[in-house]
Every structure is written in structure tokens, then in C-alpha cells.
RNA sequence: CGGGGCGUGGCGCAGCCUGGCAGCGCGUCUGCUUUGGGAGCAGAAAGUCGGAGGUUCAAAUCCUCUCGCCCCGACCA
């Protein structure tokens, strides 16, 4: 029997996937749970990631002509009965605020007090309270479009959480735009949507599929929703960010009317678009090995560690100074606009490396008197195995670095899409549909499965038979394959549209 | 919210059945050794055994209640 090769996370990905996820979370130090139920703490090293994607969204929003702002954390409730569909989505999932004042108990602690006349809702998305300023903010064509988003933090009292995938509170965006016309509101639904999978798979190098959802799966409220599909290596998929065509129905609800150029009074057409912290789940169950996360540099917390080694005291201050310069002139250097951040790690422990690996960080260099007696550096980087380590000049370091971390980028991206591409199978037969999606050990499912490409005749019966025999369900109807047509994978109803089938965070 | 599992130093766990000084591995700290690496030796700190109540001379262990976490289902970014 082979050894078992060692690993920094237990257990390992196909021993026990999702306990592996929550240790992956763990010893990168990115979160931890709160004393709060279904909600998490974000450690520095998982909030400086945060802010890199925040930095590169926001960046691309505004290339779009947006505009942030900020909207209440309290909606009134009144507002949240606006909209029907909206209301029945979300009403199931809200915390409610119905006291503004705590007083001292019968028998000490404090009680809530002073209630209010109406309850506030803390936002689970603020569709009514945005929709309530753009109906002040929009009177005329000439106002539109209006493009808007804001940065915040929403809560939905889920009955299941799971850290950064679905927590109570969580981070997101939420972009809200205006428009004269239906044709424009669609466009730029579909723009945004276009925004999302270019900052995944450009900066968090997660392959994604784009499409529509079924009707079923529809933002509450929306006409249409489109959304980016990621397969994790679970083959399980995770939609990393959705885009909303609501129609009318929210312009109706808030009554958001404009004049038009032919003096007419109109409704207007609006949108809505969000991603979340999600996406950060999303990039650890992309990326991460049994080593821990592995972090995309476009978007790493921090792109370089230094470990100086100097046991000999006399040493030290030769091996320190070096690692000084070092980073001191790849400090000065920019990778995709944004500064090299290096850390410098001059703990005298073994292990320190590993510390770094978990954490994902994509390179890291050891510096000992040896490499400086050679004007070298000894690097190994995330994307490699950890004894594939190798020598290189010091000063052809510095000037490959952004090349070093674009070949770790690249890697991360086609391995992940290699991956999605090896499970991602066309089924036309049911027998073959089924035997896919289940597993062969009912007991205990081992990792099974993946993206099924399968025709579907568009009814909610087909859709939730299989939903209901499988825990599968259609993740999106892709804009790629549009034009192919079979038999339906469940009724068998010819000319039926190709989907993407799978089982779903 | 229904079914199942689990709560014991920072992390992972044993001990519980059959009540009798709270343990192990990793990590942390100190010292020595080692000196191109997930180190070795010695020592140390760190726990009201999730919480409350009960049974008992005595409870991590037995009983009742409660809170939290994890898995499966329903719901969802």
C-alpha cells in the first residue's frame, strides 16, 4: 500500500468534501463563525480579498456608467408588500425590527421596549426602499437612464447556513438601473451579466456559464433572470452572480413613471444585478486543494511572502536587509493595477511555509545566505507542487514577477475549466440522465456526477420530476447552445432547447 | 422547519456503555540541540467537559430541559 501523501487540511477533498470546505476556511484564516447564529466573522487576510474584488467590480460598474450610493438598512414594512411575487419570495426569511428601545427586566437584563408603530424589515435586497427614490428621482426621459449601486450588507434568516456560501448577513452589491424602454432595460441586464463573468473568470479565474434561468428559479418578481454557473470540484454548480430584468412590475410598485419625448406619462423599465461574498466560497471550492485555498493573484489577499532564513545570529541582519530591498522593489511594482503586496514572515519556526500555503498565497520566496552569496532567491509558487521549488536570480525575479503570478492566474483558470469541461457531459438518453446523477453508494454519496447537457421541453412537470428523483435541477438555459434541439431528457417531447442540469449550492 | 449525528484547552479527538484526581496528538510559550525547512529533546501555559436543572457521598459519564454546530430533506445569492 502507498503512503498516504501528507496534507496540511484533513480531510481531503474526496474523503469528505464539504467537512474539507469549512477546514479550508479555518486554516486560511479567511472567516470564522460569530457568536451570532448563521453569520461570520471575515478575517483580515478574507477581507482583504473582499475588497480586491470589490476594488475590480466597482472599477468595471463605473466603466458602465454607474453611480454608487447608499439606500437604508431598514425597509418599512409597508414597502416590502408592494410588489406580490416579491413579498411571497422573501417574506419567509426576514428579521424584523419591532422595538427601538431596551429597559432593565423584571429580573435584570435588559427587554425590548417601546415598540414601533410600523415594523422595519432589515433589507434582504432593497428593490422597494431604492424603487421609493427613483420614483423621485425619475420624472423625465431626460433623467434616464439611471444607473446606480450600492455596497451593503443584507440579511436573509436562512435555515441552513453555510460559511461565505450562504450566511444570515452577508456582503454583497446590488446595482438598480432605470430605463425609458424595455429593449434598454434588457440590454443593460445583459451587460451586467457580461461584467460578472468577466471578474470571474478574468480575476477569480472561475470558468462560468451564462444564461437564463427557467422560470422556476427566477429572481421573485423579475421577468427574466440571467445568471453565471460555476462548477465547483464537488461538480456540484454555484451561481456566482445573477442579473434581473424586472419589467415593469417594481417601476408599477414604486411608481416610478417618466415623461417621454412624445409627452406621454410611462412606466419605466427597470433592472437589478448582485454579487455577494458567495463568490468567495466559490473561489475556495474552485481553487483550493488538500494543501488549503489557492489564491487567484488578480485578486490575492497578498501576492508574495518572504521567508528569511538566517539561523547563524551573524547572519541575520545580511539575510534581513536583502529580504528588505527585495521587497522593497517589488513593492514598487504593479500587477493589474494594483501594488505588489509582499508580506515579510521572519518567524524562526518550522513550518512557517505551510502557514503560507494554506493561506493560498501564490508565491513564496526563501531567502538564506546561500542565495545571497548567489544573487538569488528560491521560490516556489501555489499553483505547484510544494517540492517543485526552484533557484532564480534575484533580478530576473524582480523583473518576471507580474509574469510569474500571469502563468499562476492562467494555470488556475485552465485547470478549473479542464476540470468543468471533463464533467460536463451531453446526455440524450433518460436511462443515462439517471444513472448519472445517481450515486453509487446510496449510504455514504461519493462525488458524482457533474454538468449535464440535456434537452428540456420547458414545462414546470419535467423540471420538477426531476428535481424531485434526483436533487437536480436545471442550473441555467445556456446563450451558447441556443440553437440545438433534441428530445426532452423527461418527457421526451422533441424539439426541445438545451439545458445545463446539475445538483446546486 | 422535519429526520439523523455531534458538542471535552486554539484545532483534531479519546474517555461516557460499567459514575471515583480531565487525558492524547497537533499548535502555542521557555530552554537546549539542529542549521536550506512541515525539526529533535526537556519543560510550561492553556478546560467551570456547550448551558441550566435533577439523581448521587461523588457526574464529562446517568436523567430532564435548553442552546449551538454538522449532515440529509424543504427554502435560497
Given amino acids: 500500500m502507498a503512503k498516504k501523501a501528507k496534507t496540511a487540511i484533513t480531510p481531503t477533498r474526496t474523503e469528505d468534501y464539504t467537512e474539507w470546505y469549512q477546514q479550508v476556511v479555518r486554516a486560511s484564516d479567511l472567516a470564522e463563525r460569530s457568536p451570532v447564529r448563521g453569520c461570520m466573522v471575515i478575517r483580515p487576510w478574507g477581507y482583504a480579498l473582499w475588497e480586491n474584488i470589490v476594488r475590480e ?15 437604508p438598512l431598514f425597509i418599512p414594512l409597508s414597502f416590502l408588500e408592494k410588489e ?23 429580573e435584570g437584563g435588559l427587554v425590548p421596549a417601546g415598540s414601533l408603530n410600523e415594523p422595519l424589515v432589515v433589507r434582504p435586497t432593497s ?20 444607473l446606480i449601486n450600492q455596497w451593503a450588507n443584507v440579511v436573509r434568516w436562512e435555515m441552513r447556513t453555510r460559511i461565505f456560501l450562504r450566511t444570515s448577513e452577508f456582503l454583497w452589491q446590488e446595482g438598480h438601473t432605470v430605463h425609458a424602454t424595455d429593449k434598454d432595460a434588457i440590454e443593460r441586464t445583459r451587460l451586467m451579466l457580461d461584467v460578472y463573468a468577466k471578474l470571474a473568470e478574468e480575476y477569480l479565474a472561475i470558468p462560468v456559464i451564462k444564461g437564463t434561468k427557467t422560470p422556476s428559479e427566477r429572481f421573485p418578481g423579475a421577468l427574466d433572470t440571467l445568471c453565471i454557473e460555476a462548477m465547483m470540484q464537488d461538480r456540484k454548480a454555484l451561481q456566482a452572480g445573477t442579473s ?22 410611462e412606466y419605466a423599465w427597470t433592472t437589478s444585478w448582485g454579487a455577494s461574498t458567495r463568490l468567495i466560497g466559490g473561489l475556495i471550492m474552485t481553487h483550493g486543494d488538500d494543501d488549503g485555498i489557492i489564491l487567484p493573484p488578480r485578486v490575492a489577499s497578498s501576492h508574495v511572502v518572504i521567508m528569511p532564513i538566517a539561523k547563524k545570529p551573524e547572519d541575520r541582519s545580511k539575510v534581513m536587509e536583502y529580504t528588505e530591498t527585495l521587497a522593497k522593489e517589488l513593492r514598487e511594482k504593479y500587477y493589474h493595477h494594483r501594488r505588489i503586496q509582499v508580506e515579510i514572515d521572519d518567524r524562526d519556526v518550522g513550518g512557517r511555509g505551510w502557514d503560507w500555503i494554506k493561506k493560498g498565497i501564490p508565491v513564496r520566496v526563501e531567502i538564506g545566505p546561500r542565495d545571497i552569496a548567489d544573487n538569488s532567491v528560491f521560490i516556489g509558487t501555489r499553483d505547484k507542487e510544494y517540492k517543485d521549488r526552484s533557484s532564480l536570480k534575484r533580478d530576473q525575479f524582480v523583473a518576471e514577477i507580474t509574469n510569474i503570478l500571469d502563468e499562476i492566474q492562467d494555470t488556475l483558470f485552465q485547470r478549473a ?19 448519472f446523477f445517481t450515486p453509487q453508494n446510496q449510504d455514504k454519496p461519493e462525488i458524482h456526477g457533474g454538468f449535464s447537457l440535456s434537452p428540456w421541453c420547458g414545462s414546470e412537470e419535467c423540471e420538477s420530476k426531476i428535481k424531485e428523483d434526483l436533487s437536480v435541477t436545471i442550473r441555467c438555459i445556456p446563450f451558447d447552445n441556443e440553437a440545438e434541439k433534441g428530445n426532452c431528457i423527461c418527457c421526451g417531447k422533441p424539439d426541445s432547447k438545451q439545458v445545463i442540469f446539475a445538483k446546486a449550492y
Fill in 57 to 71: 467590480l466597482d472599477d468595471m460598474f463605473k466603466a458602465t456608467g454607474v453611480k454608487n450610493a447608499y439606500f
Fill in 84 to 106: 406580490a411575487e416579491h413579498v411571497e419570495g422573501f417574506a419567509k426569511e426576514c428579521a424584523v425590527v419591532t422595538h427601538h428601545r431596551l429597559e432593565k427586566g423584571p
Fill in 127 to 146: 428593490e422597494t426602499i431604492i424603487g421609493d427614490s427613483f420614483s423621485k428621482w425619475v420624472s423625465s426621459y431626460r433623467d434616464l437612464p439611471l
Fill in 244 to 265: 434581473h430584468f424586472l419589467g415593469q412590475n417594481f417601476a408599477k410598485a414604486s411608481d416610478i413613471k417618466f415623461h417621454s419625448a412624445e409627452g406621454t406619462e
Fill in 417 to 435: 475549466l479542464t476540470f468543468r469541461e471533463k464533467n460536463t457531459i451531453i446526455i440524450n438518453d433518460n436511462k443515462q440522465f439517471y444513472e
